[in-house]
């Protein structure tokens, strides 16, 4: 075991640092880890039968229908509507542009699913407005990568079906609703954040806009946020599952777009395809890969030497927890979201439940810990795309992100220790 464990973990790190694609690194340091106790011809077909095992899942349907409603709403003048709605209610208060950049960020996360698309859509047009108004622009490009982050614990959320699928059972339902409360309190965190930065600095208040305008500005919105009312009410009113819903989300999506507000060209159709395409073979492959890579870890038995280390080191719950939170963040600074929930959930997961905490709860808490993963150097991938926008390096945002991070990291604490802000929203609707 001591063997195979080794040579994973160092192959997989040797291609990491090559630049090899993170999906190509998992199965291939998979492999390699195989071949230290079996024959390559084995240990071959043994990866294939893991890898189509993995993907043979009636849930994970609902990945490629939520990718393809994201990326139809992307380029349906669904942000644009999100920022006025969000700019109406909410601009007027001190730090009014940095606010409206969280609360759009937590809107188009929820609608399209993806902090990626939350990036782009909403840096796009935020970062140089608040160029304009003032606010320095590494701020600007660190509380849009970490505001983009909510999207992943506001429903709908492909991670949280992807924890459901290597659980091994947990409702998908039931992890959408927990993810409401700690996702708003993630975005009213970094609000927080957002307020004292502007106050400090003096920043001027825009101006308020008359009643009718807010009317205006928020009825605009309203067919944009009757997307998430539309799928998480369908899951939760048992109407329809999780695949399902992410159906309808695209016809929904499809008809907001093009016949509604008409921002899409049926033209440009084809594109959106074939965009939503690839990034579902690629999330895909990291789940094929990394579904291989937990069942070797789990027939070597490293999950459970794993988590009898981590028992046998303290009997406090909560300093095990502690760690387990810091491990994942390290974990999240160099490993994307998707193989993370897969790989580590195995190993952790039995330590969280023989301390008491249902898999519900971990789930929560893992999604919100790799979250700030992904606004994390040097993979965080929200980080690249915002310092594009911003047009700064990378070293230059990460000073402003660290109050963004401490408040982040004051939620995940929360969620960890009290677990009523996970399930209380589940328990409340009865699941």
């Given at each position: 075991?001591?063997m ?7 192959a997989?790190?040797?291609l990491l640092?090559l630049?090899v694609p993170?999906s ?6 998979t ?5 230290m ?6 240990a071959t ?6 890898m189509?095992?993995?993907l043979?899942?009636f849930a ?9 409603s ?7 003048g ?5 920022i006025?709605?969000a700019?109406?209610?909410i601009?007027a208060?001190?730090g ?8 759009s960020c ?9 902090a990626v ?7 796009s047009?935020?970062l140089?407005?608040?160029k304009k ?5 590494n701020?600007?490009?660190a ?11 506001i429903p709908?959320?492909?991670?949280l079906?992807v924890?459901?699928?290597?659980s091994?059972?947990?409702s998908?339902?039931?992890?959408f609703?927990?993810g ?5 309190m993630?975005g009213?965190?970094l609000m927080l954040v957002?307020f ?12 308020r806009?008359p ?20 799928v998480?009410?369908g899951?939760?009113?048992g109407?329809?599952t ?9 016809v929904?999506?499809?008809?907001l777009?093009v016949?509604?507000y008409?921002?899409v060209?049926p033209k440009?159709?084809?594109d ?7 990034t579902?073979a690629i ?13 070797l870890?789990?027939f ?6 794993l988590s ?6 303290s009997d ?5 927890l502690?760690?387990i939170?810091?491990l ?8 994307d979201m998707?193989?993370a929930?897969?790989i580590?959930t195995p ?8 301390l ?10 893992l ?9 994390s ?8 795309i915002?310092?594009?926008?911003a047009?700064?390096?990378?070293e230059?945002?990460?000073r402003?992100l660290?109050p963004l991070?401490i408040?982040?990291f ?5 969620v960890?220790?009290v677990s009523w ?5 589940p ?5």
């Amino acid at each position: 075991m001591e063997m195979t464990s080794v040579t994973l973990v160092v192959a997989f790190f040797v291609l990491l640092l090559l630049n090899v694609p993170i999906s190509i690194s998992i199965g291939v340091a998979t492999l390699l880890a195989m071949v230290m106790s079996m024959d390559i011809a084995p240990a071959t077909i043994t990866i294939a039968q893991r890898m189509a095992g993995g993907l043979n899942s009636f849930a994970l349907l609902a990945i490629p229908f939520f990718v393809l409603s994201g990326l139809i709403m992307g380029r349906g003048g669904i942000a644009k509507r999100l920022i006025e709605c969000a700019m109406a209610l909410i601009g007027a208060l001190p730090g009014g542009l940095a606010l409206v950049n969280v609360v759009s960020c937590m809107l188009f996360g929820a609608i399209s699913g993806s902090a990626v698309a939350a990036t782009s859509a909403i840096g796009s047009f935020m970062l140089p407005e608040m160029k304009k108004a003032g606010y320095e622009p590494n701020f600007s490009a660190a509380l849009t990568a970490a505001a983009s982050t909510t999207g992943m614990l506001i429903p709908p959320s492909n991670i949280l079906i992807v924890y459901a699928i290597a659980s091994g059972g947990v409702s998908i339902a039931a992890l959408f609703m927990a993810g409401y409360i700690p996702g708003i309190m993630v975005g009213l965190a970094l609000m927080l954040v957002c307020f004292v930065y502007a106050k400090m600095k003096g920043y001027p208040l825009s101006p308020r806009l008359p009643l009718k305008v807010v009317v205006e500005k928020t009825v605009a919105a309203l067919p944009s946020l009757f997307l998430i009312f539309l799928v998480i009410g369908g899951i939760v009113g048992g109407v329809f599952t999780a695949t399902e819903a992410g159906a309808i989300a695209v016809v929904y999506s499809l008809l907001l777009a093009v016949v509604f507000y008409k921002e899409v060209d049926p033209k440009t159709l084809p594109d959106i395809l074939l965009k939503a395409a690839e990034t579902t073979a690629i999330v895909m492959l990291l789940i094929a890969a990394s579904t291989a890579m937990s069942w070797l870890l789990s027939f070597e038995n490293i999950p459970q030497t794993l988590s009898n280390a981590l028992l046998s080191l303290s009997d406090n719950p909560l300093l095990i927890l502690l760690l387990i939170n810091l491990l994942l963040i390290v974990v999240g600074a160099f490993l994307d979201m998707t193989p993370a929930v897969l790989i580590f959930t195995p190993i952790f997961l039995p330590v969280a439940v023989e301390l008491g905490m249902s898999e519900l709860h971990f789930g929560i808490m893992l999604v919100l810990n790799l979250s700030i993963g992904l606004c994390s150097p040097p993979v965080g991938a929200v980080l690249f795309i915002t310092c594009a926008i911003a047009k700064t390096k990378l070293e230059n945002i990460i000073r402003p992100l660290i109050p963004l991070y401490i408040a982040m990291f004051v939620v995940l604490m929360l969620v960890t220790y009290v677990s009523w802000f996970s399930e209380a929203l589940p328990r409340a609707l009865g699941f």
